[in-house]
C-alpha cells in the first residue's frame, strides 16, 4: 500500500438523509415480521445514506470506483468485516438524518490469503443535534487470490436458541435492492464462481449482523439494545441453509451465525440497557 496513513487518517465527510417509512416496511417483510411503528430498528441505519456513484464510475464488480475518504489501496477486493455499533437514541420516522463519516484508522498486513489492508471509518449518525448511533466499520481489503481454496475447519459453538436460515437468491437479491448494494457477489453467480472463485453467491455481512439483531429481538422483544460488536470469520454462500444463533449474557447475548457446516461465520455481542 503506497500511502502515507497519516495522510489520510483524520480526514471526514457529511451525507444527509431522510428517513421515510417505505424502506423499513420492505426490510421487515424480507425478516418476516410485523413493522416498527415509530422509529427504525437497530442496524436499520444501514438502509440510509444510500451509495448515489452515477453507472459510468461503477468498477466491474459492482462497486463504485473508489474515491472520497478511501486511499488509493491497490488491492482489488474489498469486503466488510466488522463493526462496533452503539445505539444512543432512536431515529424516528419522517427525520433528516446527518451522517459524518471519519477515516479512523488504515493499516496493513499479509495474511493466509496474501496482502491485506484494513480500514476503519466512524460513522455518527444524528436527527437533528441528537446524536443516535456510532457505527465504527471496519472493511478489508485484498488480492484477488484465494477463494477457491477450501476455508480451514473453524469454530464451533453450543446455542441456546437457534433458527434456521434459507439462503434463497430472492432473499440476497431483496437485501442488495434494499440496501442499493450492487457487489455482483451477492447476485450474479457466473462472476461470483468464474471471477471471483467462490463456490456460490455470497451472504452479504450486513445481512448476517441484521438476521443476528433480529434474532435477538425475537427471543427478548422487550430489551433495547444498547451495542452490538460483530466481526466476519468466514463467508456463508447460498447452498444450504445456516443458522442465527444466542447464548443469553448477565448484560446482553452471545451471538452468531454458523455456516452449513456448522462453522462460525459471524460472531458478536449484543448489550442492552
Not at 238 to 247: K, R
Request: contains cysteine; proline residues 7%; hydrophobic residues 40%.
Amino acid at each position: 500500500m503506497s500511502i502515507n496513513s497519516a495522510d489520510w487518517i483524520g480526514r471526514s465527510e457529511t451525507a444527509l438523509d431522510h428517513v421515510v417509512r417505505g424502506p423499513f416496511d420492505r426490510l421487515a417483510a424480507l425478516l418476516d415480521r410485523e413493522a416498527e411503528s415509530t422509529a427504525i430498528p437497530p442496524m436499520g441505519h444501514l438502509l440510509c445514506f444510500l451509495p448515489g456513484a452515477p453507472q459510468t464510475e461503477m468498477g466491474t464488480d459492482g462497486h463504485p470506483v473508489r474515491g472520497g475518504l478511501v486511499p488509493p489501496i491497490d488491492l482489488p477486493m474489498r469486503m466488510a468485516a466488522g463493526s462496533r455499533v452503539r445505539f444512543h437514541a432512536p431515529v424516528p420516522f419522517d427525520t433528516h438524518v446527518r451522517r459524518v463519516t471519519t477515516l479512523a484508522d488504515v493499516s496493513e498486513k499479509t495474511g493466509r490469503t496474501g496482502r491485506l489492508a484494513f480500514m476503519t471509518l466512524r460513522h455518527d449518525i444524528f436527527a437533528g443535534d441528537t446524536l443516535c448511533i456510532t457505527d465504527e466499520a471496519d472493511v478489508v481489503f485484498r488480492e484477488k487470490s484465494g477463494n477457491a481454496q477450501p476455508a480451514p475447519p473453524g469454530e464451533r459453538r453450543e446455542a441456546q436458541v437457534s433458527r434456521s436460515i434459507e439462503p434463497a437468491a430472492s432473499l440476497l437479491f431483496r437485501f442488495s435492492a434494499l440496501t442499493y448494494n450492487a457487489h455482483r457477489i451477492h447476485y450474479d453467480r457466473d462472476y461470483t464462481m468464474g471471477e471471483e472463485g467462490y463456490p456460490g453467491l455470497v451472504v452479504h455481512g450486513p445481512l448476517l449482523a441484521t438476521l443476528l439483531v433480529d434474532h435477538f429481538r425475537r427471543h427478548r422483544p422487550h430489551d433495547k439494545l444498547a451495542t452490538f460488536q460483530f466481526r466476519a470469520q468466514r463467508p456463508v454462500f447460498d447452498l444450504a441453509p445456516f443458522t442465527v444463533n444466542l447464548v443469553d449474557t448477565d448484560s446482553g447475548a452471545d451471538v452468531w451465525a454458523a455456516d452449513a457446516d456448522g462453522y462460525v461465520a459471524m460472531s458478536g455481542k449484543i448489550g442492552v440497557v
